[in-house]
T-cell receptor, first 114, second 112 residues
Framework: EPEVTQTPSHQVTQMGQEVILRCVPI?????FYWYRQILGQKVEFLVS????????KSEIFDDQFSVERPDGSNFTLKIRSTKLEDSAMYFC????????????FGPGTRLTVT | KNEVEQSPQNLTAQEGEFITINCSYS?????LHWLQQHPGGGIVSLFM???GKKKHGRLIATINIQEKHSSLHITASHPRDSAVYIC??????????????FGKGTKLTVNP
C-alpha cells in the first residue's frame, strides 16, 4: 500500500540553525500539508500546498518557515532560524485531487531544538 | 474557543466494553475525520464523514450535521485499541484547501 514517508525521524539542532524536514507524499496525490504537534498538545495546521504554491497557511507559519516541492516527488519544510519553541513533531500529509478525500499522514519527524 | 471539542479526555475500559467518544464542532465543515494516534506518534485515518454513519470492523462513526456532533464507537474493545483517538474537521473556507482542525484527542486505555 502506498504511504507517505518522512526523513529524518528525529532531528536535533541548536537554536538559530536552519533545518529542512523532508517528505515524500503518495505519488498521485496533489495536495500536501504540514502539521505540527508540540508535546502534550493537539495537532496544529501549518500550511497547505497545491499546484506548486501555498494554498493556505496558519498564523504559526511566519517568515521563518518555507515549503518547497523541488523535484516533483519531495515536499520540504524549512525552518530558517530555529527557536526552542519549534521543538515538536512535524507531520506531512497528502491527499488526492477533489473533495472529500482522506489525508494520509507520514510517520512524523521529531524536531528537538536545544 | 476551540473549534473542535472532544469528550472524554481520558477513558479507561475493560476488555469487551462498548466505548463511545464524542466530538462537537462549532464551524461549518466539508468533512469530519476520526484519526488514531499510537504511542510512537504516527497518525492513521480511521474515517472521513460528511453525513450519516460508517462502519469498519468493530469501529462505527456517526455524524449529525445539524447538531454539529459526531461519535466514534468501538464495540467489543480490546487492549490493542489503546491509543489516542482524535476528531478533526475540514472547515469550509474559500480556496478549499481542506486543512484539518484537530481536537485535543481522547486517550483510550483498554485493560485486559
Amino acid at each position: 500500500e502506498p504511504e507517505v514517508t518522512q526523513t529524518p525521524s528525529h532531528q536535533v539542532t541548536q537554536m538559530g540553525q536552519e533545518v529542512i524536514l523532508r517528505c515524500v507524499p503518495i505519488s498521485n496525490h496533489l495536495y500536501f500539508y504540514w502539521y505540527r504537534q508540540i508535546l502534550g498538545q493537539k495537532v496544529e495546521f501549518l500550511v497547505s500546498f497545491y499546484n506548486n504554491e501555498i494554498s493556505e497557511k496558519s498564523e504559526i507559519f511566519d517568515d521563518q518557515f518555507s515549503v518547497e516541492r523541488p523535484d516533483g516527488s519531495n515536499f520540504t519544510l524549512k525552518i530558517r532560524s530555529t527557536k526552542l519553541e519549534d521543538s515538536a513533531m512535524y507531520f506531512c500529509a497528502s491527499r488526492a485531487r477533489g473533495t472529500h478525500y482522506e489525508q494520509y499522514f507520514g510517520p512524523g519527524t521529531r524536531l528537538t531544538v536545544t | 474557543k476551540n473549534e473542535v471539542e472532544q469528550s472524554p479526555q481520558n477513558l479507561t475500559a475493560q476488555e469487551g466494553e462498548f466505548i463511545t467518544i464524542n466530538c462537537s464542532y462549532s464551524v461549518g465543515i466539508s468533512a469530519l475525520h476520526w484519526l488514531q494516534q499510537h504511542p510512537g506518534g504516527g497518525i492513521v485515518s480511521l474515517f472521513m464523514l460528511s453525513s450519516g454513519k460508517k462502519k469498519h470492523g468493530r469501529l462505527i462513526a456517526t455524524i449529525n450535521i445539524q447538531e454539529k456532533h459526531s461519535s466514534l464507537h468501538i464495540t467489543a474493545s480490546h487492549p490493542r485499541d489503546s491509543a489516542v483517538y482524535i476528531c478533526a474537521v475540514s472547515p469550509i473556507t474559500q480556496g478549499g484547501s481542506e486543512k484539518l482542525v484537530f481536537g485535543k484527542g481522547t486517550k483510550l486505555t483498554v485493560n485486559p
